[in-house]
């Protein structure tokens, strides 16, 4: 018996979210196991490093599963890819010992939220990122990045979550992509927020964003933030950011390290 790791990438716009759902809707999971079913000793059983729900989108999400085919880890990538459908690809592959666990041995996950700002909605970019036509307080929401770093009760932020909602930010990060921005911030631009953490609770990455949106539209003071990790409630944060400008990054298997070089942001000190 092998265990592999796999990492895979999918466009999560016609999948009802990556997990196995009772009513046999299409997700990553099933997709997956149904193209590993075909191949002969493949245990068609994957465990992935987290969870995504329908419209969000991964780069390189890793999976385990038992095998007793004879394989190379090399070939197995372009086996699966013979039997995947094209929005979901595998990537790498590599033999790992057996007591490796795609969740469980992770010490950390990076996501990504991509915001389209500028006046006119996108033709291509529809599933791919949110489309905010009004401008944003760049330097509020910043600030308001800063409160997440650290250890925190995140329940402000969690959906229908019944874990313990204390978890660990490590980074919090906001990237503007238009070179030209500071000629004329109100031209077209991309923003990617990037976060992260030990862990994330449901619905927590595109709570924050929505929150973080509030606060760049002026709805709310940066510091609000802060009162939501010390005593708030799901209701008194801002709205659910929608599920096509999210990316599931990476995940890390040795514990996260913050880069040497610092790019304008707020990281963990």
């Not at 059983?45 to 385990?64: C, E, I, Q, S």
């Not at 905010?132 to 932020?157: C, S, T, W, Y």
């Not at 609770?201 to 760049?216: A, D, I």
Request: net charge positive; charged share 25%.
């Amino acid at each position: 018996m092998r265990r592999i790791k796999l990492i895979v990438e999918f466009d999560g716009t016609h999948f009802a979210g990556l997990q196995t759902q009772a009513k046999g809707e299409r997700t990553v999971q099933n997709t997956l196991e149904q193209a590993l079913a075909q191949i002969p000793g493949a245990i068609p059983k994957v465990v992935a490093a987290g969870r995504t729900d329908a419209g969000v989108h991964a780069l390189a999400m890793p999976f385990h599963y038992d095998t007793l085919d004879p394989i190379p880890p090399e070939k197995i990538p372009l086996a699966l890819n013979s039997l995947l459908p094209p929005d979901l690809r595998a990537l790498a592959a590599e033999e790992v010992p057996i007591k490796f666990h795609a969740r469980k041995s992770c010490h950390w996950r990076a996501y990504r939220y991509r915001i389209l700002n500028r006046k006119m909605p996108s033709a291509l970019l529809r599933h791919y990122a949110w489309w905010l036509p009004q401008n944003l307080n760049l330097v509020a929401m910043r600030h308001a990045l800063e409160h997440l770093i650290g250890e925190h009760d995140f329940k402000a932020f969690a959906v229908k979550e019944k874990r313990p909602t204390v978890r660990q930010i490590y980074r919090a990060h906001l990237t503007v992509l238009t070179p030209d921005i500071a000629q004329d911030p109100k031209n077209e631009r991309e923003i990617c927020l990037e976060f992260v953490g030990s862990g994330f609770l449901r619905g927590q990455v595109r709570s924050m964003v929505g929150t973080l949106v509030e606060v760049g539209l002026g709805k709310r003071e940066s510091g609000s933030l802060r009162e939501l990790l010390e005593d708030g409630t799901r209701s008194q944060a801002g709205p659910t950011a929608p599920p096509q400008g999210l990316y599931f990054v990476e995940a890390g298997y040795q514990p996260w390290a913050a880069p040497s070089r610092r790019e304008s942001g707020v990281d963990s000190r």
